[in-house]
């Protein structure tokens, strides 16, 4: 199906284990972007990727790692998960340019425990 | 300080009430303004977007944009039960790639 798909939708583990949260778009955008979200913060933005190959930190980088090797894909990795990054997260894409809609997944809901 | 303010309610009004969502921003290069939906355990949507300021009208949906008072509104008119989920604010600038979003308000619309 066309889109932007996310997993595990949901994700328990403990602290100090690696995780990668997986994001798939079918739209071939240039971006792509993770974001996680808090109550009380909002939508905060932890890395975003212009291109295959070309990564840049976001608001709140820190304990994360992303990569893109393919345009369609960008997963989200937490090298050792800390109970500070329990949170959602969302993966979202667009079309090049400053004006474009952000078209989001469903998010991965992460418990780190 | 926060690049966006949005009060994070909730919001709870009656079925058919005028809602006035409202966020506040400090940087004054930002040109792009949005409003996103959001259900309960599902990603944001767009709803609304304007370029800089001025008002913009869709439906039941009318987002204002005064970047004089750096200050962005979304009214909802004859609200509905289905209107209930979170209303987040989201802004770039031009040649911005990142988009910075309000911590969203939490409107509910009782039958």
């Known amino acids: 199906d066309a889109g932007i798909t996310q997993s595990p939708r949901y994700k328990i583990t403990e602290t100090g284990r690696q995780v990668t949260l997986m994001c798939h778009q079918t739209?071939?955008?240039?971006?792509m972007f993770w974001y996680r979200q808090d109550l009380g913060h909002g939508l905060r933005l932890i890395y975003y990727?212009?291109?295959?190959?070309?990564?840049d930190k976001g608001e709140v980088p820190d304990g994360y790692v992303v990569s893109r090797s393919k345009t369609e894909n960008f997963p989200l990795t937490l090298e050792s998960a800390t109970r500070s990054q329990t949170s959602v997260y969302f993966c979202?894409?667009?079309?090049?340019?400053?004006?474009?809609?952000?078209?989001f997944g469903e998010g991965s809901r992460l418990t780190v425990l | 300080q926060k690049e966006v303010e949005q009060d994070p309610g909730p919001l709870s009004v009656p079925e058919g009430a005028i809602v006035s969502l409202n966020c506040t921003y400090s940087?004054?290069?930002?040109?792009?303004f949005m409003w996103y939906r959001q259900y309960s355990r599902k990603g944001p949507e767009l709803l609304m977007y304007?370029?800089?300021?001025g008002n913009k009208e869709d439906g039941r949906f009318t987002a204002q944009v005064d970047k004089s008072s750096k200050y962005i509104s979304l009214f909802i008119r004859d609200s509905q039960p289905s209107d209930s989920a979170t209303y987040l604010c989201?802004?770039?600038?031009?040649?911005?790639?990142?988009?910075?979003f309000g911590a969203g308000t939490r409107l509910f619309v009782k039958a």
């Open positions: 979202a894409s667009r079309t090049g340019g400053s004006s474009g809609e952000l078209f």
């Open positions: 989201a802004m770039n600038g031009a040649g911005g790639f990142k988009t910075i």
């Open positions: 739209w071939s955008h240039s971006y």
């Open positions: 990727s212009a291109a295959a190959d070309i990564t």
């Open positions: 940087n004054s290069a930002f040109q792009y």
């Open positions: 304007t370029y800089s300021s």
